[in-house]
C-alpha cells in the first residue's frame, strides 16, 4: 500500500505538518545567526488573560523591528474558548512554542497552583537544552514563582535575565491574608525573591509605587529597575458612534448611561464600593452597571447583587479579543479600582484600554495610589477612596446629566493615552532595556518586518 508523503511525516512527527518542520528547520539554522530573546510566560492568546495579550503584542512588534523571539507558554488555561493551540507556530523573527502540561483543573485555585508548577518545570527542562544559545531571557511574575526558573537557569548556564513584574510577590499574597510573615513558606518565598531580583539584569514594573515598593521591601537591591506602563492601541481602540457599535446593539445599550467595569474581578479590585454605589443609584432610572469578565469575586459580587435585587447591574463574560475595541467603546464611564492593601503590588492594565476608548475614568483607590496621580494628571474623570460610594454615585449621576462634560473628559483620555502610553512608546522603551543586554558583539539583529520600520536600538559595547 503506498504512504503519502504527509502520513510518513505524520509517523515520525504527528503534530508537525511537512510546512511546519520546514519552519522550524529555518528557525533553528536563523537562531545561531541572531540575537534572541526568550520570553516565557504561562498565559498567551488565546487565553484573554491581559498578561498574555500584551505579551503577544509585546513579542510581534520586538519581532517586526528586528529582534529573534522565542516565546514559551502553556496551551489555553485561564478564560478561553478555544481549548486548543497549535504546539508550535511561526511568524516573522517569532516562534511560539507551547506545553500541555499545565491543563489539570484549570477551574480550581489548587489545580492552578499544580499547573503552574507544573509550567515552570517544563519551561526549566526545555530552556536547559537551549538556555546556552539563548542571548536573553524574559521572565514574568505569571505565575509567580516563574522568576526562580530564571534564577535556576541563570545559575547553572549563566544565562542573563530581565524579569517583568506584573505583581509582587510574595507581598500580595501578604497584603490580602493568603499568607501569614511568619509562615515557614513566606519566608522561603521571600528569600527566593531577593534572589531572583539581585540576579536579573534589570526589573521592569508598571508602575512608580510598584518601583517605591519594591525598593522598600529589598534596600539592597541594586539590580536596576525600569518603570514601563501597560499599553493600548489607539488604532485599534477608538470611540464609535452608538448607533453604529455593534456590542451596543447586541446587549441593547442604545439607551441611558453605561458605566462599565471590564476585565479581572480578582482579590486585589475593590468591587464592593462598586456595588455599594449601584445600591445608591438604584432608582435613578437610566443609570445601568455592566460588569465584564470573571476572576475570584465574581461569584461573590453576583450573589451579592442577586439578593440586593439590583436589576440595572448586568454581567457579561469574558469577551473575544475581536469584540474588545466595541465593548470599550460602549462604556459612558469606566471603573478601575485596587484595594489599598494592593497598591504597590498590582497595576491593573484594564485602565490603558478604557483610555484609548476615549471614556471617562472612575478611579477607586488609595490617596497615594499611581492611578489617582494618571487620573488627576490626563484630567480624564475622578478619583475616590476605597469605601466612598457615596462619591462615586455622586459623579456618575452628575456625568449622567451633563454628557458634554462626559464627552470632554473622554477626549482628555484619549489625548493622555496618546501622549503617554502607545504601542510604539511603550516598545521602544522596551527594546531599550533589552538593548542593554543583549550580547551583540557576536551576534546581529535580524531583519525588520519592513525596511522603513524602526530597528531595534543598539547599545554601544552591548
Known sequence: MAVSGQALFSCFLPSLSPQTLGQRWQWRFQQSQHARLTIVSQFFPPDFAAT??????????????GLQVLVLTGQPNYAFHDHLAPRISFDHNRCIRRTSVSRWWPSRIRGRVVNS????????????RSARRGDLMLFTSEPAYLPLCGLFLHRITGAPYVLVLY?????IALSLGVLNLGHPLARLWKAWQGECLAAAREVVVLSSTMADRLRQVYPTLTTPVEVIPSWADPQRIHPMPRHSNPFVLRHGLEEGFTVMYAG?????????????AALLLQECKGIRFLIVGGGAQHRQVRRRVQQAGLTQVQFLPYQEPADLPAMLAAADLAVVSLLAEAEGQVAPSKLYGHLAAATPVAVICSPSSYLRHEVETARCGA???????????????RLAQQPQLAHDL??????????TATPELVVQRYAAVLARHLPLVHKRLAAPLAPTE?????????
Open 52 to 65: 498574555g495579550q500584551f505579551l503577544d503584542d509585546l513579542s510581534r512588534r520586538l519581532s517586526n523591528l
Open 117 to 128: 508548577v507544573l509550567f515552570c518545570l517544563r519551561s526549566m527542562l526545555r530552556l536547559l
Open 167 to 171: 505583581d509582587l510577590y510574595p507581598d
Open 264 to 276: 479581572n474581578q480578582g482579590r486585589c479590585h475593590d468591587l464592593d464600593t462598586l456595588v455599594d
Open 383 to 397: 478619583a475616590f477612596r476605597n469605601g466612598d460610594a457615596a462619591g462615586l454615585a455622586a459623579f456618575i449621576e
Open 410 to 419: 473622554g477626549l482628555a483620555s484619549r489625548r493622555h493615552l496618546q501622549q
Open 454 to 462: 524602526q530597528q531595534l536600538p543598539v547599545v554601544a559595547g552591548a
